[in-house]
């Protein structure tokens, strides 16, 4: 089948991964922005933290950058840094190793449990020493990590719980939303991510003063309220406080957050749609399809993880995902694990076979399109390629 000449979407209709939902709300929102003269940090930005703080249930969001700079300032504002360790997955972006390194602390990889892809509470345990300040977990592809296990190892060892909840908005253990269980939550709102701001991240916390702190942090180091100094009550001076960033988000990111966020829902259930369509398609096929949500959580379904075993499938990862492109269908690999990378192998000297589950996955998984923004039509496209993709 593979030698199947037509491609099952050609060149001009090529589906682009991870492809956001923008609707006209959003780009009526931005103009109106635009058109304003207040395109900086404003009154929407502080809007979309109070209404986001209110989705997740927490008194205190501090919109942002992106999800990288809200680990950097949340890792900053948990007084983490030189000399030391932050415990954290093989099987993440490499932008939450960069924002342990760019702190100043030292990353320490835990494997993950091959079959949840999330990192495994027993490892994390080994890889505790008299230096380790914090754990950082990321909720794989939008699957809870093992919250308790993790909460009783950070109890224990007197441990932060910083969650890279980038995957995860919308996921829930018992009711309780991915975010809440650590002091910090940062969440990543980068085009291809269940919503959108461009790029824009957030950090969630129930801290006050942690909140101010970032807030100060992600604007220069200037007192809070900084932002108003253009603003008509007159003319405020300002102080620097503290050896800030600039990692503000504005108001024209904040006009697509603002529309976006009410539609949560609704695309969670389109992509949780999607995700069982593909598994009833990808039932007979020799692949491995991710794991169904563990009783009593709810998956955000931010990913669907193909694995391809190149005895049972007939094809190499590489050669499938070469595959997947030619027939016009726009694929992802998440990730290759943190230790392939050589930046990380010559500064720690880590090897992919010290973390096999994650050397596995990474070197046989692949993502395909389960964005909200797909039509039936465009799903039918994604299942053909597959088949057709297969040895
Ligand atoms: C996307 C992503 C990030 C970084 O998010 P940005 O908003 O692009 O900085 C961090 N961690 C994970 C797991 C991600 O998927």
């Not at 593979?2 to 103009?31: H, M, N, T, Y």
């Not at 835990?110 to 914090?134: F, G, L, Q, S």
């Not at 699957?143 to 909840?165: N, P, Q, S, T, V």
């Not at 102080?239 to 609704?266: C, Y």
Request: contains cysteine.
């Amino acid at each position: 089948m593979a030698s199947d000449p037509l491609p099952v979407r050609p060149k001009d209709r090529f589906l682009v991964f991870g492809k956001p939902r923008i609707e006209q709300a959003e780009i009526d929102e931005v103009v109106a922005s635009l058109k304003s003269g207040w395109i900086g940090t404003g009154p929407k930005v502080g809007r979309f933290e109070r209404e986001f703080a209110a989705y997740i249930g927490v008194p205190h969001a501090v919109a942002i950058s992106s999800a990288t700079a809200a680990l950097h300032l949340s890792i900053l504002a948990a007084d983490i840094g030189p000399g030391d360790e932050v415990i954290t997955t093989p099987m993440t972006f490499c932008a939450s190793v960069n924002a342990i390194l760019h702190a100043g602390a030292t990353p320490v990889l835990a494997d993950v449990d091959r079959h949840t892809m999330n990192i495994d509470p027993a490892a994390v345990e080994r890889a505790v020493t008299p230096r380790t300040k914090a754990i950082l977990p990321v909720h794989f592809a939008g699957r809870m990590c093992d919250m308790r296990a993790l909460g009783a190892i950070a109890a224990k060892h007197k441990l932060e719980i910083i969650e890279d909840c980038a995957h995860s908005i919308e996921t829930t253990d018992q009711g309780r939303k991915a975010g809440t269980f650590g002091r910090f939550g940062c969440f990543s709102f980068y085009a291809t991510k269940n919503i959108t701001t461009a790029e824009g991240g957030m950090v969630t916390t129930t801290d006050e003063r942690a909140a101010a702190r970032i807030k100060i942090l992600a604007l220069h180091g200037m007192s809070k309220d900084a932002w108003k100094r253009y603003g008509d009550e007159g003319y405020k001076h300002y102080s620097v406080v503290d050896l800030g960033f600039k990692n503000n988000m504005t108001d024209l990111q904040a006009s697509l957050g603002l529309h976006q966020l009410p539609r949560i829902e609704a695309w969670w259930l389109r992509r949780k749609e999607l995700w069982q369509r593909y598994n009833r398609a990808f039932a007979d096929l020799p692949l491995e399809t991710p794991l169904a949500p563990a009783p009593g959580t709810r998956h955000a379904y931010h990913l669907y993880t193909l694995l391809i075993d190149p005895m049972r499938a007939k094809v190499s990862r590489d050669e499938f995902l070469t595959r997947m492109t030619k027939n016009g269908v726009g694929v992802g690999v998440h990730y290759m694990a943190v230790p392939e990378h050589p930046y990380y192998q010559n500064r720690f000297g880590w090897k992919p076979e010290q973390f096999p589950a994650s050397m596995e996955i990474g070197r046989r998984t692949v993502s395909i399109p389960l964005s909200a923004d797909l039509s039936d039509l465009d799903v039918d496209d994604v299942i053909r390629a597959v088949k057709v993709s297969l040895g």
